[in-house]
């Protein structure tokens, strides 16, 4: 596996289960980030994880859970959602010291549906 | 006012015109300007990075910020069907560390053949 992978690319789920999202990034990067894409609307910023540690949380609804394991696994654990969380969700890295601009990659994202 | 302004488009085009892409933003502290590429099922891919004011080249690709009045464009020159995507513009207020992209809304562009 090379870049930035998610896993499942696709999930459709009722609005009182429970599931989780899941991003690796084999680019031995230090940060890790999650965004929300919903139809009409620019990428919002959810929530940043550098060195493991969460830096910034953008509020973001509780029923919305972030996990960082290690600096190459992040996870966004999902409860109770909302049919407006319906979007694709897409988690990036990228390197997280140095004064020089540090490219974020991104993975191809989990659409998610919620019935 | 929202951070970002970015025309959704649809812009359709004929295969080998110049393409113009802008984008318009309110947030003085931003410094670092990119152009992300999206196609249909994939995450966005990062064409070009800009810092403060200026130009930047790749290819058939130019970049251009202008500071004073907060407005970044992309141009496409000699373009092609497969550069029909959705552009993202984006920017951060640094370069280093763990920061956010802010990002505007993404052009939907057709190239006809």
């Known amino acids: 596996e090379t870049g930035v992978t998610q896993t499942p690319r696709h999930l459709v789920m009722g609005m009182t289960n429970k599931k989780s999202l899941k991003c690796e990034q084999h680019?031995?990067?230090?940060?890790m980030y999650w965004y929300k894409q919903s139809a009409k609307k620019p990428l919002e910023l959810m929530f940043v994880y550098s060195l493991e540690e969460r830096v910034e949380n953008n509020s973001v609804p509780s029923r919305f859970s972030p996990e960082c394991p290690n600096s190459s696994h992040l996870f966004l654990h999902l409860h109770t959602l909302q049919p407006e969380d319906s979007a694709l969700y897409l988690c990036a890295s990228s390197y997280s010291f140095g004064g020089d601009y540090n490219e974020q990659f991104f993975g191809p994202g989990t659409r998610l549906t919620v019935l | 006012q929202k951070e970002v302004e970015q025309d959704p488009g649809p812009l359709s085009v004929p295969e080998g015109a110049i393409v113009s892409l802008n984008c318009t933003y309110s947030n003085s502290a931003f410094q670092y300007f990119m152009w992300y590429r999206q196609y249909s099922r994939k995450g966005p891919e990062l064409l070009m990075y800009?810092?403060?004011?200026g130009n930047k080249e790749d290819g058939r690709f130019t970049a251009q910020v202008d500071k004073s009045s907060k407005y970044i464009s992309l141009f496409i020159r000699d373009s092609q069907p497969s550069d029909s995507a959705t552009y993202l513009c984006?920017?951060?207020?640094?370069?280093?560390?763990?920061?956010?992209?802010?990002f505007g809304k993404g052009t939907h562009l057709i190239i006809q053949p």
């Open positions: 800009t810092y403060s004011s």
């Open positions: 680019l031995g990067h230090n940060a």
């Open positions: 984006a920017m951060k207020r640094t370069g280093g560390g763990a920061d956010g992209l802010t």
